[in-house]
């Protein structure tokens, strides 16, 4: 973050290309925009973009009450699923000239362009606006490859053969692009998937378009499915009465994990004198976000291990290769307020397929879930190598 004498500067400084304040956060929308628009970095500064809460055009303070809510909110926005890819930011409570103020700093972005709601931002002078498609392309352009997370990264053995292109045409690029950018766009297929960071310059797709897209997943990631179980008893040397693997791309992944949790969830009526309630053993609105989780959270790199589902008698065990990831560690893992993203840009794919709402909060749902339907507290096990997570039975 910006030193006092930097920040003391800031708060001199008329608004310009990499500083904006404001007096309170009354618009969600202008936030976002201007954190995409720094993030973009469009005049390529390599320096970060500031905003200040708290602050009036004239450079008064607006003596806004600056509390831990306000804070939090605003940082949750970096991974709420609006953004896509996420925008390194960090925000922060300072004090200058006795002003208290929320600083909100946002690192250039080495995966641009970086799209809020569907469109890219830029920074213009002291504005923020829309990028015309000269702009994106350049945006494009200066993506640094070698900067970016695993699920970014290049499959050097693929080619656009192995996307599937009708899925992309008609599933990802209208939750991907806003419909009045995509109703003027005249771009082809191959310029489409760069602008969304899904395509590399010498036409490879990357692991997230392959794991999202791709016609044969498994032929790139041989561990890229779900092995299942449904064991007659409470123990794995127990007789299997169903065993299914699960590929495709992950939204059938998702979908048909779904349909078999759905398929395999008991219903028992409890009678009381005043009324009749039936209850499952287990809510499935937990097992879609554990089983969501599982997929998403997974390391996809150096690992032939499946996602594997053990459906137990009393149990459900979901196992994710590879452990706990950034701030994520063993000892905090399955935390309120805990959250980090091996396969960022896959968590994006996830979004803009309508595979997920909002990020960060599968395991509160999943503990609200299990709770109003009487189940024992989810258990969760982590380790460097993997995670599992155990459901028990309410009946």
């Known amino acids: 973050m910006a030193t006092d004498p930097e920040l003391e500067q800031l708060f ?23 954190i995409c628009a720094f993030a973009n970095d469009l005049s390529n500064t390599g320096r970060a973009g500031f905003l200040i809460v708290g602050q009036e055009d004239d450079g008064t303070c607006a003596n806004l009450p600056i509390d831990d809510a306000l804070l939090q909110k605003i940082a949750s926005w970096r991974s709420d699923g609006n953004f896509q890819p996420f925008p390194a930011m960090n925000v922060e409570l300072r004090t200058v000239r006795e002003c208290r103020i929320a600083l909100i700093e946002i690192q250039p972005s080495d995966n641009t362009p970086l799209r809020y709601d569907g ?60 419909p009045e950018v995509l109703a003027e766009n005249g771009r082809s297929a191959d310029e489409q998937m760069r602008a969304l960071n899904l395509l590399r310059p010498d036409g490879a797709p990357t692991v997230a378009a392959i794991l999202a897209l791709g016609t044969d997943p498994r032929r790139f990631f041989p561990g890229a499915y779900i092995q299942f179980l449904r064991i007659d008893g409470t123990e794995l040397t127990d007789p299997i009465l169903d065993h299914k693997e699960i590929e495709g791309p992950i939204s059938d992944q998702i979908r048909q994990i779904e349909e078999l949790a759905t398929l395999n969830i008991r219903t028992a009526a409890t009678v009381g004198p005043a009324l ?23 390391s996809y790199e150096g690992t032939n291990a499946p996602v594997r589902v053990a459906w137990y008698g009393d149990r459900v065990e979901i196992q994710s290769p590879g452990g706990p990831y950034g ?3 063993v000892d905090n893992f399955g935390q309120p307020n805990v959250v980090d993203y091996r396969n960022p840009t896959l968590a994006g794919a996830c979004k803009t ?7 960060g909060v599968g395991f509160a749902v999943a503990r609200k879930a299990l709770s109003e339907n009487g189940n024992p507290p989810l258990e969760i096990f982590a380790s460097p190598q993997y995670v599992t997570v155990t459901v028990k039975s309410a009946a």
Request: positive net charge.
């Open 119 to 178: 469109r890219v931002w830029v920074r213009v002078g002291p504005t923020t606006r829309l990028a015309s498609a000269e702009e994106e392309r350049r945006l494009t352009e200066k993506k640094r490859w070698g900067n970016l997370p695993f699920d970014a990264q290049g499959v050097t053995a693929a080619s656009l053969a192995d996307i599937d292109m009708r899925r992309f045409q008609s599933e990802y690029l209208p939750g991907a692009v806003s």
């Open 12 to 34: 001199q400084e008329p608004e310009s290309l990499r500083l904006e304040r404001k007096r309170a956060v009354a618009d969600d929308g202008k936030f976002r925009r201007t």
């Open 353 to 359: 397929l309508r595979l997920a709402e909002r990020f």
């Open 327 to 329: 701030q994520a560690t």
């Open 276 to 298: 009749r309630r039936d209850r499952p053993d287990y809510p499935i609105a937990a097992l879609r976000q554990l089983l969501r989780n599982a997929l998403l959270h997974r």
